[in-house]
T-cell receptor, first 116, second 115 residues
């Protein structure tokens, strides 16, 4: 069955430094999509970045990039030049054939705190 | 900037009362999802619709929860009667389709407190 693991319940990073949030996944599907969402203290869920299983290059969106290692089944989120506003919960998620492509499986999340 | 909207943002009610939450998906999105988020369970999928038809509501307690899409611009989630254990944040999300590349966009959520 599809599963997402985020092994870092909480992390700290100094402002302006880069940080990597880990995500590993388990699936037998060859076709799947991986997503990262940010949830600040205000509670909204904000889509950050997407990586498809067939994408040859790592996805990037501004200061966010995804370190996609397909053979290791990992999709780590890299945030460059951290800002105070990056303090939030971050969720890794995936969708694939095992859940009819409709349902998104979410990881437990990582709480990131940016220190001034 | 297209967004999913949800009302109300906050709701405090007493046990036994009916609660109705509303969601307006992004225009052009044909798939709508209802999630519930709690500290203990994380994000749980309650139900979802495609082209207004319910596809799966297996995550909902059937005896008290109901979800509908009266039209393409409105999805509702009702709880009757509400119980303290229903206290959570309820999110609506919408997406364009059913392929694995499709991104779900979330609304701001309704924070429900049942006393």
């Amino acid at each position: 069955a599809q599963k997402i693991t985020q092994t870092q319940p909480g992390m700290f990073v100094q402002e302006k430094e880069a940080v990597t949030l880990d995500c590993t996944y388990d699936t037998s599907d060859p076709s799947y999509g991986l997503f990262w969402y940010k949830q600040p203290s205000s509670g909204e869920m904000i889509f950050l970045i997407y990586q498809g299983s067939y994408d040859q290059q790592n996805a990037t969106e501004g200061r966010y990039s995804l370190n996609f290692q397909k053979a290791r089944k990992s999709a780590n989120l890299v945030i460059s030049a951290s800002q105070l506003g990056d303090s939030a919960m971050y969720f890794c998620a995936m969708r694939g054939r095992e859940t009819s492509y409709d349902k998104v499986i979410f990881g437990p999340g990582t709480s990131l705190s940016v220190i001034p | 900037d297209a967004r999913v909207t949800q009302t109300p943002r906050h709701k405090v009610t007493e046990m036994g009362q009916e609660v109705t939450m509303r969601c307006q998906p992004i225009l052009g999105h044909n798939t709508v999802f209802w999630y519930r988020q709690t500290m203990m369970q994380g994000l749980e999928l309650l139900a979802y619709f495609r082209n207004r038809a319910p596809l799966d509501d297996s995550g909902m307690p059937k005896d008290r929860f109901s979800a509908e899409m009266p039209d393409a611009t409105l999805a509702t989630l009702k709880i009757q009667p509400s119980e303290p254990r229903d206290s959570a944040v309820y999110f609506c999300a919408s997406g364009k389709g059913e392929f694995f590349t499709d991104t779900q966009y979330f609304g701001p959520g309704t924070r429900l407190t049942v006393l």
